[in-house]
Structure formats: C-alpha cells, structure tokens
C-alpha cells in the first residue's frame, strides 16, 4: 500500500504514519541489538535467582523455580526467533521487539541515562506518534505544523539539535503546546540536561489547559523516572504514588515500579505492597520481582522471597479448591435429555476441567494462575448451567401441559355439534317428559283403583307397580281369594276397569302436556343452551390457557438461548494452551 503524501511550502513531506513506519523499520536492528543483549542478561539472572531460591527451605520454593524455569524457556525461545520475527513486516516488526520488550524486567537500571530510557522509549514510541498526530489535527497554522512535523522527524532519527530548533520554533506559535513541550523534555534528556528536563516536564503538567489525566500521569511517570535516575528516590516515590491515583490503580507496571522505588527508599512494607498488587493485576511480575532480586531489590530479597512463596501457595491452594468444587458440581449437573444443547456443553465443561489434574502435579505459579483463571470462568458457567436444568425440566412440564390442553380442547369442540341443532335439543326434551307423563297420570288413577277393589292397598305401592296390576288385569279377571273381602264371586276384576282407567289418564296426561308444551320447550331449551354456553366457555378457557402456556414456553426458550450464549462465551474464555 503506498501511503500519501502531502505538500507543505515548497516541500514534500512523508505522512507521520509514513515516519513512523519508516522509523521502525529502521531502527529496528539497533533495538533488537540492544533487547536481545537485555534479555540474554536476564535469562543469567533467571537461572541465579532459580538456583538460589531452590536452594532455601521456601514452602514455595518448588512452584516458584518451576515458574521462573519456564519464564527463561520462553525467554530462551524468544530470543532465537526474534531475529525471524523482526524481518516481517513493519507492524510484526514492532509486535515481535515489544513482545520479548515485556520479558524483561526493565531497562531503567542502567547507570548511563541514555540506557536508563530504553525501555521506556521503546514502550512509548507508538504512543508519541499518536499524541502527536492527535495535536497536528488542531487548529495549527501551516508553519507551525511544518516545525512540528519537522522536529519529529529529526528526533526519530536521533538528530536531536535540529529536532530542538524545530520543537522550539514550533512553541513560538504555542507555548502550552503538551506534546512539544514533552518532545523538549526527551531531547533534553538525551542531552543529559537534567535540570532543562524537568523543567519542560513541570510546564507540560502545568502550561496546557484541560489536560487530560493519562498525559498528566505520562508526565508524572517521566518525571518520577527523572528522579529515580538521580538516585533521589523518595521524590520518585511521591510522583509515582501521584501517577498510579490518577491512573486508577489498574496499572500493573506502575505498581511494579513504584515498589522498587520504595524499595530503594528503604520503605519495605510499601514496596512489598505495590510489588503484590502489581502481580495481582498482572502475573507477569511474579519473574521480574523474582528478578530484580538480582538488582534494584536486592536489599528486600528474602522478603520478596518470601512474598513470592506466600503467594505461590496462596494461588496453589486457591487452584486446587476451585479445581475440586467445579468438578464437584459438574458431576452433580443433570442430564435433562441425550439430545440436546445441554448435554453438549456439560461435555465440553467436564472436558474444560480435566487438565487441571495432571496441571497441578508439578505446578508453576503461572499453572496455578492459569487453574485460577479458567476454573473462575468454569464457576460462572456452573450455576448457569444449574438454572437451564431447572429450565429444561420446567419446559417439559409446560410440554406436558399443553397436550393435556390440546387434547381438552379438541374433546370440548368435538361435543359441541351432539347440541347446535334445536330440534335435538327439543327431543332430547321431549322424550323424558312424555314418558314420565305417561307413566305419572295413569299411576294416579291404578292406585285409586287397587285402593278400592284390594281394601286399602297402599296406594304409593299401586302408584309405582300400576303396570304389573295392567298385566294382571289384561291376562283375565280377579278371583276372589284375591279379594276376599268381596262375597259375591261374579264380582271380577276386569281387565277393561283398568284399561279404562289408564286411557283416561293418558288422555289427561296427553292434554297437560300439550297445554304446557311451549313451557318445557322453553325450559329445555334454556337447560341445553346454558350446557352449550358452559362447553364454549370451557374452550375459550382451554384456548387462553394454551396461548399463557405457548407465552411462558417461548420466554423459556429465550432464557435457555441466551443461557446456552454465556456458557459458549465464558468455555470460549478458557485456555489451557
């Protein structure tokens, strides 16, 4: 990609992504010189430290050389590629010198000034460029972004006097300017003028107006270093302290930094404090405190010691213990069903846990932060995983429901047809009152009958058996022992006396039925219709019911998704490589 370029006066000048691309490339050889010589030092004070600390009678002694011997593998292995590394591209170039930059332990231990800012100026190079580009979009004159561009472009090549010609023109036009003011600092400091440094670095703390805090605490940390190059370090302490407030205590190297600096003021439990925190927030430290024991902390190195053991096994019996209570709970999980999500991701959970055993045998710190890590992700799965199996089994119950409901509704509807015709509603009506008419009348009059011919047979037994005393009296006459009562044996009891009787009453049953019948048509009618209405109503309930069930499912699968989502982000979280 061939990158612009802009006209500016009567000259062409290259982009600052151009310089800075450029920059690398070039200057890249020396650096790599200069890290690899770094770490290379660093691998002998590695193996020192390591032989040294396994020789003592630490609890922590095994984890904490463990640790360091893979620190200088890498290390080791680092080296002998970067030489591969840096012939890639300019922006591999730049990863592959700041990653084995991050292996060591610090350049700033130098006596000479110059070797003292190595690390610094390398970590901070990309970041210059970007507050510079940040400071060329304002609203500058076209000379005074020449000098500026100018100047950046003697300083990145190490032509420090007309870099300072450049910046100072540069400030004629701005004398808050932050970023001129810091670039003066630097070449100042490659003048080794001391003095003329702090001097630019106090006026960029104080000159420009809202000055944001991570350039109020790059400053700081500039100034802090200052200090710590002359040897004065209880005012470095003091900047630094200042440095980490305003970057909210989440900076790892800051902390780092600052312990030693405590350190060499003699201030023991402050260093041993901020060495601790810088390790929590990133154990990377853990080797270079180990380290350092070789140099700026020599004068606390049992008590680094120390602290590195405690935390070893701190971080050992913290790993174990989520180690067995994640694999506790994972055999505890129920398997809802063999053929769905769930039962893939308690795999690929209980598949998550199973490298921590063979880990933990002969652990390093790093192991044991690498167990921590990944069995915390493993214990945020866990009571996810816990709520879809109560999901899963409540989506079951909500299954069987819905059936049961279906099969309710479809039941109702399927008896509504029998009653949507009058006409059936009326003969199913019709039928048992006819009959009971039939029955009721005549009964009267039987009972009467047997209740005069048989001296005062109970007429309630006439009334309900009048159609056996029918039968009796249609098959032939009485005889008299029947009725004793009666002397003359031409009385008979014919069958013609009852028959009458029972026409008679059906005729009035007939004629009470026909007078009435607009009445129990309007009552059968009303009994069937309330019956139908109850049936219909029934179905809507069943209906309104499916449709809470189909609402409260649908939220069910909605919360199971996005549970099945968190599971696969925090597994995707966990590396055992």
Known sequence: MTLPVEYYGRSFFKTPQQELF???????????????????????????????????????????????AQQTLALEYAVQNVGKEVSAAGEQVSYAIERLGRQLSSALY??????????????????????????????????????????????????????????KRGLDYDTTDYQILMNLAYIEIHKNNENDALKYFNKALSLPENLDNSSKSRTLWAISRLYYVQKIYDTALDYAGTALKLDQLT???????????????????????YIHQAIQLNPDFFIKAAAETQRDLFGIKTDIFLLLSEISNDMLEKAKELSNTAIERCQKLTKVNSDNEYILLLDQIQSSCKPAAALLQNPSYSD???????FSHIH???????????????????????????????K???????????????????????????????????????????????????????????????????????????????????????????????????????????????????????????????????????????KEKNLLNSSIKNNISEVSKNLSKINWG
């Open 22 to 68: 450029d920059e690398i490339t070039c200057e890249s050889p020396r650096r790599q010189e200069i890290l690899i010589s770094l770490a290379e030092q660093q691998i002998e004070v590695q193996k020192d430290v390591a032989q040294e600390i396994i020789t003592s009678n630490l609890t922590g002694a095994k984890i904490v050389t463990q640790e360091i």
């Open 110 to 167: 130098e006596i000479k000034w110059q070797l003292a800012q190595i690390k610094n100026q390398i970590a901070q190079q990309n970041k210059i460029m970007k507050d510079i580009l940040t400071v060329l979009k304002n609203n500058r004159n076209n000379e005074a972004q020449q000098f500026v561009r100018q100047g950046l472009r003697h300083y990145l090549n190490e032509e420090y006097a007309e870099a300072e010609e450049r910046f």
């Open 251 to 273: 900076n790892p190297e800051g902390f780092f930094t600052a312990g030693v600096y405590a350190a060499l003021d003699g201030k023991k439990e402050i260093a041993l404090k």
């Open 368 to 374: 044991c932060v690498k167990c921590v890590t990944n």
């Open 380 to 410: 945020q799965i866990l009571p996810i995983m816990e709520n879809m199996a109560k999901l899963y089994a409540d989506q079951k119950e909500i299954n069987t429901n819905m059936d049961h409901k279906k099969e309710k509704k479809n």
């Open 412 to 550: 109702l509807q399927g008896s509504v047809p029998e009653i949507e015709s009058y006409k059936e509603i009326k003969l199913e009506g019709y039928i048992p009152i006819a009959l009971c008419c039939l029955y009721v009348i005549p009964g009267f009059f039987v009972a009467h009958v047997a209740h005069l011919a048989y001296n005062g047979m109970p007429g309630l037994v006439a009334f309900l058996f009048w159609p056996l005393w029918f039968l009796l009296g249609f098959l032939g006459t009485m005889t008299p022992s029947i009725a004793p009562h009666l002397q003359n044996d031409r009385v008979f009891f014919p069958a013609g006396w009852i028959g009458i009787k029972i026409a008679i009453g059906i005729i009035i049953a007939g004629i009470i039925f026909l007078f009435f019948r607009k009445y129990f048509y309007k009552g059968i009618e009303k009994i069937n219709l309330k019956r139908m209405n109850s049936i219909l109503s029934n179905i809507e309930i069943t209906k309104q019911n499916l449709v809470e069930l189909k």
